[in-house]
């Protein structure tokens, strides 16, 4: 299993354990993932996606997955979270 957002693709990063004589040990920060049913107003359907937790409170902020993937630009979305975005810009299209 990948250790990466689905939709906003934050990943491992890695850095130092910097002791307090100043020795320097690699390691590896986790993103806090969680695995979140996510609701689309617009096309009636519970997405399964795991999320990282600051992702999740965007999504809260924004007012929804659909707003959230509305207010995103698609550079900073994953290949899964551009799907799901054109098909809510066509559903909103044709409901129009």
């Known amino acids: 299993m990948a250790r990466k957002c689905d939709l906003s693709g934050t990943g491992v990063q890695s850095g130092n ?7 320097r040990n690699r390691r590896r920060f ?3 993932l969680q695995v979140v049913s996510l609701l689309s107003d617009s096309l ?3 997405f ?3 999320v990282c937790a600051k ?8 007012g929804g997955l659909d707003a959230y ?7 900073k979305l994953t290949d899964e979270a551009k799907k799901i975005k054109k ?9 129009k």
């Open 48 to 50: 399964k996606l795991k």
């Open 17 to 23: 354990n910097v002791s307090h004589a100043n020795n």
């Open 87 to 95: 098909s809510i810009a066509k559903k909103k299209a044709a409901a």
């Open 44 to 46: 009636g359907k519970i």
């Open 69 to 75: 993937l509305e207010s995103t630009s698609n550079s």
């Open 30 to 32: 986790l993103p806090n």
């Open 55 to 62: 992702t999740l409170r965007t999504i809260e902020h924004n």
